[in-house]
Structures are given as C-alpha cells and as structure tokens.
C-alpha cells in the first residue's frame, strides 16, 4: 500500500504558475504509474496528466497540453504538477493518485490509491 500526500495549492492569479507536489509513502514509488486528477465545484473527477513508473511517457489531457507538466523523482518519492499560464477554469482540488497495474494510467479507474487533494485557486 502507499500513502499520498499533495501539496502546493493556495491562490494563484490568471495567467500565473503554481507548482504542486505529491509525496508517496509506503511500498516501493517506482512500482507506481502516477497520476494527477483535478475536481472542480459541481463537476466530475478528470485526469489531469499521467506518467510511467520510471518517468519514460506522459499523458496531458487536451485543456493542459503544453502548459502542464508532470514528473517525478523516484529517489524522492515524489510526482510534481507544474502549472503555467493558469486559468479560472483550472481552480479545483487536485489530487494525486498511485496505480501499480498499468504502465500509463490514464482514466479514474485504474488507480488504486489516492491523496487527499489540495486546493487550487485562480483569480481572474
């Protein structure tokens, strides 16, 4: 089992960055594809981005493409979320997720552990 713990969120303007970090305890980090999933107000969990256990591929949903970037430290125990040029549309609580199962994990139910999530802020 591992446990996850994000970090990082708070309020951010429009078009600023933030950085969030989720540290992984337990088994084994490189055992785990990664994730990040964000929930907006009234909405549904959606994936945010993904990566392999050892960093080699990554996935970006289309709205985060070329502004988003994941990955991680392995030696750390770490996954991080880099967010640029950031949108009203991006405020939710993001969270960070484990999947020991598959190589890219990109949908909500191929993960098997779960943060408790940080909130993230954007003022326009």
């Known amino acids: 089992q591992v446990q996850l713990v994000e970090s990082g969120g708070g309020v951010v303007q429009a078009g600023g960055s933030l950085r969030l970090s989720c540290a992984a305890s337990?088994?084994?980090?490189?055992?785990?594809?990664m994730g990040w999933f964000r929930q907006a107000l009234g909405k549904e969990r959606e994936v945010v981005a993904a990566?392999?256990?050892?960093?080699?591929?990554?996935y970006y949903t289309d709205s985060v493409k070329g502004l988003f970037t994941i990955s991680r430290d392995n030696a750390k125990s770490t996954v991080l979320l880099q967010m640029n040029s950031m949108k009203p549309e991006d405020a939710a609580v993001y969270y960070c997720?484990?999947?020991?199962?598959?190589?890219?994990?990109?949908?909500?139910?191929?993960?098997?552990?779960w943060g408790q999530g940080t909130q993230v802020t954007v003022s326009s």
């Open positions: 997720a484990a999947d020991q199962h598959k190589k890219l994990a990109t949908t909500i139910t191929d993960y098997d552990y």
């Open positions: 990566i392999t256990r050892v960093g080699s591929s990554t």
């Open positions: 337990g088994r084994i980090f490189s055992m785990y594809a």
